[in-house]
């Protein structure tokens, strides 16, 4: 959902590794590291 902000010098890399299952509210955990996330684009660009 982010990728229209991002500029083509920045490389993500998805490696989630082992995650373990924990209780939450889906949307709200997608709701913070999509806030995480942008903030770190906001800091690159």
Do not use: A, T
């Given at each position: 959902m982010l990728n229209h902000r991002l500029k083509s010098r920045?490389?993500?890399i998805?490696?989630?590794g082992?995650?373990?299952m924990?209780?939450?509210h889906s949307?709200?955990?997608?709701?913070?590291?999509m806030n995480i996330i942008g903030k770190g684009?906001?800091?690159l660009e």
């Amino acid at each position: 959902m982010l990728n229209h902000r991002l500029k083509s010098r920045v490389k993500i890399i998805k490696e989630y590794g082992n995650v373990p299952m924990v209780e939450c509210h889906s949307s709200q955990i997608n709701q913070v590291f999509m806030n995480i996330i942008g903030k770190g684009i906001d800091i690159l660009e």
